[in-house]
């Protein structure tokens, strides 16, 4: 059956990645904001000195004996120094031509406003720098003269601190991604929880066991259990319809079958001539086998019926036992036979006393069955923790060499049968019997001469 269900990947691997693709997505977009934030941060701020420190340079220049004189102040520079000693570069140019400074330090291409500092990113002295550029008017003998300063720094301190910042950034990514593939995997499988939990709970019982599912399921997966258990309703509704026709149909026949048998034998008395004689027994042979055939057909839907809703209670094994090899040993006393019964005192089982007298007398019937006239036949209950064994030797013939196995099988006859009456579903009885009550059921020829040997074994309460 698992052969025909094709299974399309899995719910627990599919939430997995889902979830985790989620969590590595929202880590990925989180590192990247937060490193852009405080790159345009630290930017901002580097900006913010340079033009604060070109201020003051400008603000520092003035016209002195007809001169221009630029007295940089001290604090135009201390507050562009910082712990990774950034180095500073500037240049002052007087109506475009160089004052003092870095000579070499390029200066923008557009002239600076004289309002709006223009700020720019290059590459000085092998080092990036970050550079502000503005320009200042001033009036010398009534003629304007236009200074322009910049003030450049470099940016190995914004790069460090924006490096630690990464780290940072992806140290607490790297954790918010962990916490959020435990978090996914915990949501997983507290998803497929339920449906495991149902399954292994269907799966877990018996063959027979119809039964409605009682566990508590979330709200999805309600629609799913109702048409479980209308499907597992439906089938013990028709399961039990069938058992209860053939019980039906088994009684119906059998009734008329012991008429046409009693008359047949009747007529039996009566006829002399052999070959109507012959067909008479004939006649007689089918229908004990029709009417055996029925019979165990009857057993059989009962013992279906009843380990289906198996009702246990303290049996005492050694009684039971006794009590049928009373009943049978008229029976084998029709074939001279001796049944020996060795018991012992306490033999407690737990168990449908019903149920175990009828697997108990189809093995008793078969030792009888299939043994020669004044044979004997050893019945034996043994204790070994954890089981319960009920033996029966007898000195027929045997199982079969090969196929023994089968006959548990209904309707299966060995071919050592010969002549002999029967319909195939005493074995069949007794393994439902005995697999309902949690034992096993063994097949074996005597070990110490002729004969088979049938061992049931029932769990110790
Ligand atoms: N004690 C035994 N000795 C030898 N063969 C046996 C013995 N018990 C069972 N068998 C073999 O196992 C087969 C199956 O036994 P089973 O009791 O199921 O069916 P049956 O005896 O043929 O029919 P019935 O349903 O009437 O009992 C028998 O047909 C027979 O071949
Ligand atoms: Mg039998």
Redesign the pocket.
């Known amino acids: 059956m698992n052969d025909a269900l094709k299974a399309t990947g899995s719910i627990r691997r599919r939430l997995t990645v889902q979830l985790l693709s989620g969590a590595a997505i929202l880590t990925i977009i989180l590192v990247f904001i937060v490193r852009s934030f405080s790159q345009q941060l630290a930017e901002q701020s580097q900006d913010n000195i340079l033009n604060a420190s070109l201020t003051a340079i400008l603000d520092a220049s003035s016209i002195q004996q007809g001169e221009v004189t630029v007295d940089i102040p001290y604090s135009a520079f201390s507050m562009l120094s910082n712990l990774s000693n950034d180095r500073v570069f500037y240049r002052i140019d007087q109506d475009g031509a160089f004052l003092t400074g870095y000579a070499d330090l390029p200066t923008p291409k557009l002239r600076a406003a004289a309002d709006t500092p223009t700020f720019m990113t290059g590459t000085y002295q092998d080092v990036e720098i970050r550079m502000v550029t503005a320009t200042r008017l001033l009036a010398l003998e009534g003629r304007p003269i236009e200074l322009q300063a910049s003030i450049a720094q470099s940016r190995n301190g914004q790069a460090q601190t924006l490096a630690e910042i990464s780290n940072m950034v992806m140290l607490f990514g790297s954790g918010f991604f962990v916490m959020s593939a435990i978090i996914a995997l915990l949501a997983a499988q507290s998803t497929v929880g339920p449906l495991q939990r149902l399954a292994a709970s269907v799966s877990r019982r018996g063959p027979h066991d119809l039964r409605p599912v009682t566990a508590t399921v979330p709200e999805e997966m309600v629609p799913l259990v109702q048409s479980l258990n209308q499907f597992i309703q439906r089938l013990d509704t028709s399961l039990t319809r069938s058992e209860d026709f053939i019980a039906e149909a088994a009684h119906r026949v059998r009734t008329p079958l012991a008429t046409v048998r009693a008359q047949a034998e009747i007529t039996l008395r009566r006829v002399d001539k052999d070959e109507n004689r012959a067909a008479l027994k004939e006649m007689i042979r089918a229908i004990d086998d029709s009417s055996r055939a029925a019979g165990q057909l009857l057993d059989h839907a009962m013992v279906t019926f009843r380990t289906d809703h198996l009702e246990r209670s303290r049996i005492d094994l050694a009684a039971l036992v006794r009590e049928c090899v009373d009943r049978l040993q008229a029976v084998a006393a029709l074939k001279d036979m001796a049944l020996t019964y060795a018991e012992i005192d306490t033999a407690q089982i737990s168990g449908d006393a019903i149920l175990i007298q009828n697997a108990v007398r ?1 093995l008793l ?2 030792a009888i ?1 299939y043994s020669p006239m004044e044979s004997h036949i050893s019945i034996e209950l043994t204790v070994e923790a954890p089981w319960l064994t009920l033996s029966i030797y007898d000195q027929g013939l045997g199982f079969p060499k090969t196929g023994a196995e089968r006959l548990t099988e209904r309707f299966e006859r060995g071919d050592n049968v010969g002549g002999i009456v ?1 319909s195939g579903l ?2 069949t009885i007794v393994d439902e019997v005995i697999h309902a009550h949690g034992g096993n059921l063994t097949i074996s020829n005597n070990p110490n001469g002729v004969g088979a040997c049938v061992s049931i074994s029932f769990p110790l309460p």
């Open positions: 189809n019937d078969n069955k029967g005493g074995l």
